[in-house]
């Protein structure tokens, strides 16, 4: 059995800036992952 995990515990200190980043684009690369399976 093989664990996949994303960690998001942690500081995290945002600038503001005019522009939000682009959430569709973030996910993209998120929701084209597929595990695989082992043997």
């Not at 059995?1 to 500081?11: D, E, V």
């Not at 200190?13 to 682009?22: A, G, I, T, V």
């Not at 993209?28 to 595990?35: A, C, F, Q, V, W």
């Given at each position: ?11 995290y ?10 959430l569709?684009?973030?996910m ?8 695989v399976?082992?043997?």
């Open positions: 059995m093989a664990w996949h995990n994303i960690n998001l515990k942690g500081t200190h945002f600038e503001l800036s005019e522009k939000l980043p682009d569709e684009e973030l993209r690369s998120i929701e084209g992952y597929l595990p399976s082992e043997k």
